[in-house]
């Protein structure tokens, strides 16, 4: 009933915002962005500054973190959907691609918004948001800080050599900091000069954090992550998806389903009404098996930690099941994909506890094995995880929530 409320007031948020826009009045879209806040849940009271965050899955679940782990004392969360700085982004550069013209309307609705509710910070989850760069440019005179909390991370060396290619276009980075999961990512967007290296910091994967020194109660389904045929293609101008791995992979693991009535096997698509795994879900329906359903967004961690196995591939839910002690399929069917396996897909290979699946008949033995054991865990410790987790989410200690509230203080001047 609350997300359906909250549904019902961002719309009516978004008209207002519109409606702001074409009679040329920037503090009805401030009003906008007012009624449709939301405030991160904290179990500490009087905070001292207000983080303004501009809601992104994944992104937002970093921030949750640190709130989880009472680390916010000085610190109020306040959520706000990006939309709005799309329905305004759009405005404009449909109109008349002006984009002072969008920078000194933005800069307007922040000065109205300051009014109302006193901002010290806003933090954005990707350096390439279009809609949201414009936030490194805001009036000085407002006072407000802009850090960007860069949450990809799953790039081998050709993906890396295609981002930097996009970099290298961008206009310098003129925001307060950037946060980054790992030192590869670091050294790449340093080597293109888009930031002064004094205003970018590892951190590390803050939602990460959950899954360290945790232990399950139960074990008691297969959790398989939903496929985007296109990750690791993103930056690759290439005409080929994911979408036969995919289904097959999926298909094998139905397969397995049926014959198994007994164990349970849940579905995560990564957000509701999600296109891009839209064949797999149908896959699933047509199925019709009552021991699989299918989860749409929200948070992955109790399922992630009361789960016997994982499936997924080139997402960080492998590095959050390492970081759990789960182990894991990917499947890397090498016959069929072996080139862009290696171009586009991270390599996992050094790990004992990820079982990288060369064809469909082997995600059945794989799964068969795993519940004919008897034994609830059977993850083995591995330094090589650990080699893994630093790598990809830099996060082998369970520390990047502090490591991430530290930056935010220090920028705010805490």
Same mark, same amino acid.
């Given at each position: 009933m609350k997300q359906l409320l909250y549904i019902c007031i961002l719309e009516i948020s978004k008209i207002i915002s519109k409606l702001g826009l074409v009679i040329n009045f920037p503090i009805l879209s401030s009003l906008a962005f007012v009624i449709s806040l939301r405030f991160l849940k904290s179990k500490i009271k009087n905070k001292k500054r207000n983080i303004l965050i501009l809601e992104k899955s994944h992104g937002i679940d970093d921030i949750k973190q640190i709130s989880k782990l009472s680390l916010?004392? %000085?610190?109020?969360? /306040? @959520? =706000?959907?990006? !939309?709005? @700085?799309? /329905?305004?982004?759009n405005f404009f550069f449909k109109k008349n691609k002006d984009l002072d013209l969008y920078k000194n309307y933005v800069n307007k609705v922040f000065f109205y918004f300051n009014k109302i509710i006193n901002i010290n910070l806003i933090i954005s989850f990707n350096l390439m948001y279009k809609s949201e760069r414009v936030l490194q440019k805001l009036d000085q005179n407002l006072d407000v800080k802009f850090l960007v909390c860069q949450k990809e991370c799953l790039f081998n060396e050709d993906v890396l050599k295609n981002l930097k290619n996009r970099f290298l276009k961008l206009d310098k980075f003129t925001g307060d900091h950037i946060t980054v999961y790992n030192e590869q990512f670091k050294s790449m967007i340093i080597s293109t000069n888009h930031v002064d290296p004094n205003k970018i910091t590892v951190v590390g994967m803050s939602r990460a954090d959950y899954y360290f020194n945790k232990q399950a *109660? *139960?074990? &008691?389904? #297969?959790?398989?992550? =939903?496929? %985007?045929? &296109?990750?690791? @293609? /993103?930056?690759? %101008?290439l005409n080929f998806s994911? %979408?036969?791995?995919?289904e097959n992979t999926l298909t094998s693991t139905l397969n397995f389903a049926e014959k198994n009535p007994h164990i349970k096997f849940i579905f *995560?698509?990564?957000?509701? !009404?999600?296109?891009?795994?839209?064949?797999?879900? *149908? @896959?699933?329906?047509?199925?019709?098996?009552?021991?699989?359903?299918? #989860?749409f967004g929200g948070n992955s961690n109790k399922l992630i930690l009361d789960s016997r196995l994982i499936i997924a591939f080139n997402s960080t839910a492998i590095f959050e099941a390492l970081a759990c002690k789960k182990d894991i399929i990917i499947p890397y069917f090498k016959k069929k994909f072996e080139i862009n396996l290696k171009k586009y897909i991270i390599d996992t290979s050094i790990s004992e506890n990820i079982y990288h699946a060369q064809n469909e008949k082997e995600i059945e033995n794989i799964l068969e094995n795993t519940f004919r054991n008897k034994n609830k865990i059977s993850y083995k410790y591995s330094e090589a995880d650990n080699e893994l987790l630093e790598k990809y989410i830099g996060n082998s200690d369970g520390n990047s929530s502090k490591r991430l509230v530290g930056v935010i203080e220090k920028i705010i001047n805490i």
């Open positions: 916010d004392k %000085n610190l109020r969360f /306040i @959520l =706000l959907s990006r !939309g709005h @700085l799309h /329905i305004i982004y *109660k *139960k074990q &008691d389904h #297969v959790l398989f992550f =939903l496929i %985007n045929p &296109d990750t690791g @293609l /993103i930056n690759s %101008n994911w %979408n036969e791995l995919a *995560k698509a990564k957000i509701i !009404g999600d296109n891009e795994s839209y064949k797999q879900q *149908k @896959l699933i329906k047509d199925k019709n098996l009552k021991n699989c359903s299918i #989860v």
